[in-house]
């Protein structure tokens, strides 16, 4: 089985969104808008999969205990493609992976443009919205702040301190660039290890927490290690720029 590949129920819902997309007549129905403004049609949508993880996707302002079970702190889950970008605060952090085609994501003033194999890495407390309009495929991990915190910045201290005090105070001192962008190209090593991480969640296996900690840790070790290279100043991500950090 692929768990890198959409599901049946996400595809429905995905083509639902697209329709409405497709009959509206507002030129700006792709840009970021609250809540309000799509409320007739994700309801609509609600109403006909109730248990769908789109729900989540609809608050604006997103809490830890809405999407981790109780002594889970990662969460899997594709990003739905014809999705209204809704601008939205998340209390946690989340890790957006393109695997295919492309995204535009808006946060807090700035505007980028992810292509296939980019990563970025938004930290809490952000303002921002994805917009995707075709048939790509988004992957986001979301991820208890506490666990991103030992994850990341724990592999970064223990190899380059002035990196993790880079990170630090770029996603939680510099309102303007709440992220961390990786504009690499598709890697099949990382890949490989998100995968084992979705198949690991959908287990009920003994240990299964602990293991995706575990592969959590392999993937920011793989992120770093093969796309050091590709780390992008915040300031130069939405202008078009290629600036290196390294």
Not at 35 to 64: A, G, M, R, W
Not at 82 to 97: A, G, L, R, S, T
Not at 139 to 163: C, P, Q, T
Not at 209 to 234: A, E, G, S, V, W
Request: hydrophobic content about 35%; overall charge negative.
């Amino acid at each position: 089985m692929n768990y890198l590949e959409k599901s049946v129920k996400d595809m429905e819902i995905e083509a639902m969104f697209r329709s409405f997309y497709e009959s509206s007549e507002d030129p700006s129905y792709r840009l970021p808008h609250d809540f309000d403004y799509y409320k007739k049609e994700i309801y609509q949508v609600i109403n006909q999969y109730p248990d769908s993880f789109t729900l989540h996707s609809c608050s604006s302002l997103l809490n830890e205990n809405v999407f981790f079970e109780v002594d889970g702190d990662t969460v899997f889950h594709p990003h739905l493609t014809w999705f209204p970008p809704i601008w939205h605060e998340n209390k946690f952090f989340v890790v957006n992976i393109v695997l295919r085609g492309s995204a535009i994501l808006y946060v807090a003033d700035q505007k980028l443009t992810l292509s296939e194999g980019n990563v970025c890495i938004i930290a809490p407390d952000s303002r921002y919205a994805i917009s995707c309009f075709s048939d790509s495929f988004v992957y986001n991990v979301l991820l208890r702040k506490s666990s991103f915190e030992k994850a990341f910045f724990g592999i970064l201290e223990h190899h380059d301190m002035f990196l993790a005090e880079f990170f630090s105070k770029t996603i939680y001192s510099d309102s303007t660039s709440p992220f961390i962008f990786f504009h690499g190209e598709p890697d099949e090593e990382l890949y490989r290890v998100l995968e084992e991480g979705i198949r690991e969640s959908r287990s009920h296996r003994s240990f299964r927490n602990y293991m995706i900690k575990c592969l959590l840790d392999q993937f920011m070790i793989t992120l770093l290690r093969n796309h050091q290279k590709d780390l992008i100043l915040p300031s130069q991500a939405g202008s078009g720029g290629n600036e290196n950090l390294i």
